[in-house]
């Protein structure tokens, strides 16, 4: 077996690892890629994301549109904030020693507590009255006890990153007070509600409030990006489980092997758009963009939450439909196709402003791939409103990323470069 302790760690072999100081990584270290571990820690986001995936498309397709999305988003934020909290300090931290590994398996843990809970939040969502977060801030708390434990180690063990340590783990005990309140609390469901929204508030200003005066920590770029770019993976698996479970009803015959049309035309556009949509996202070398763009951290960070909310609606959108086609939802055909083709465009115009953001450009070109991809959208929604067929309509959502595949693929990959030559010019 191969020791897979930090660059320069002390960590040892054999049947014991010695405690690594969290002294912090090297932020410009060669060849960082993402461990193992935080490969495994992220199959249990895997379960977290399918499970608000599913719960979606099944309160969409009974006819609760507003419930179905405002559940859904919750259940993302709160997925993608808790990935968030581990990514960054792993890339920043990481030691791999035994203390790093079994706090990392308890924030695991957490992640299983928390995606539990998700099925309970969406039925009271449903239903009204109370909003029942109990399991979720469970799981939140297990989570949160392990990183708090892991800033100590930080400012035990690492002088220079102490104050950051210690102002990571005041901000994070006080959300974390704040949600055990919400979750527990008997309030009033308004009360419940504004406090969702000031406390999510919080989670998203924790870095600026941690680091602002305690200067950053050494995350590196590469690395960031690449488990961005894995998370992206995650949320993108969503759409091949979409196909799967919206084409799957649609075989004919005595033995299921006859195909239908429409089983046929939701096994293209589903695997299509989700292929097309990976095309999109992984066009950008968003690790070379923050080499030269550091600062810019955090709107990178934070800036892929409604990219990943996207994502995922869009393959749980992909299961409505095989409900639809199934007739088994309640929703009409113009709807579903509009509950495919809204997150798709969020996507890509995230995708779009992330880029544009990152590297303070204003380009034409991608105005005019933007601008055609959601033409091909809207058309889509207009083919459903005119009573084409749906799987028809699915087929149209499908071209839309590949606009900006075709786009990139002819000239703007030359352009691309163009620009990380002009940050790296103005870095020097």
């Not at 960031?224 to 799957?248: C, D, H, M, Q």
Request: net charge neutral; aromatic share 10%; hydrophobic share 55%.
């Amino acid at each position: 077996m191969s020791d897979s302790s930090p660059r320069g760690a002390a960590g040892g072999r054999g049947l014991t690892r010695r405690l690594v100081p969290m002294a912090g990584r090297d932020p410009a270290e060669h060849g960082r890629t993402a461990t193992p571990l935080e490969l495994l820690f992220d199959l249990t986001f895997v379960v977290a994301v399918g499970t608000a995936a599913l719960q979606f498309a099944e309160m969409l397709a009974a006819g609760h549109p507003t419930q179905a999305i405002l559940a859904f988003v919750l259940a993302m934020f709160a997925i993608v904030i808790a990935w968030i909290g581990y990514t960054w300090f792993a890339s920043a931290f990481g030691t791999d020693d035994w203390l790093y590994r079994a706090l990392t398996m308890l924030q695991m843990i957490g992640v299983v507590v928390l995606a539990l809970g998700i099925p309970a939040m969406f039925h009271s969502v449903e239903q009204g009255g109370r909003l029942e977060l109990r399991v979720m801030v469970l799981g939140y708390l297990v989570m949160r006890v392990a990183l708090v434990l892991q800033w100590w180690r930080v400012t035990r063990e690492s002088p220079r990153f102490r104050k950051v340590g210690l102002e990571n783990i005041r901000w994070t005990v006080v959300a974390q007070l704040c949600w055990v309140v919400i979750g527990f609390a008997h309030l009033p469901l308004p009360v419940v509600i504004g406090g969702v929204l000031v406390v999510g508030g919080l989670e998203l200003l924790l870095p600026s409030l941690t680091q602002g005066d305690a200067g950053g920590t050494p995350w590196h770029p590469h690395h960031v990006a690449e488990r961005y770019s894995l998370f992206a993976i995650i949320a993108l698996g969503e759409g091949v489980v979409g196909t799967v479970a919206s084409s799957g009803g649609l075989l004919g015959g005595a033995d299921g092997t006859q195909w239908s049309g429409n089983g046929v035309a939701v096994v293209v556009a589903g695997i299509g758009l989700t292929f097309g949509m990976w095309w999109v996202y992984f066009n950008v070398p968003f690790g070379d963009v923050l080499v030269h763009r550091r600062n810019r951290g955090y709107l990178f960070g934070y800036g892929h939450i409604p990219l990943y909310i996207g994502i995922a609606c869009a393959g749980a959108a992909l299961h409505v439909a095989g409900l639809h086609l199934e007739h088994h939802s309640r929703i009409s055909d113009t709807a579903v196709v509009l509950s495919l083709a809204l997150p798709v465009g969020l996507y890509l115009l995230t995708c779009y402003l992330l880029y544009a953001l990152l590297v303070s450009a204003r380009d034409w070109y991608h105005l005019l791939l933007v601008g055609l991809s959601l033409t091909i959208l809207a058309v889509a929604v207009l083919l459903a409103v005119a009573g084409v067929a749906v799987a028809v309509c699915l087929l149209v959502v499908m071209l839309a990323p590949y606009v900006t595949v075709s786009g990139y693929e002819t000239v703007g990959h030359e352009h691309q470069r163009r620009i990380l030559e002009d940050l790296a010019a103005r870095d020097r």
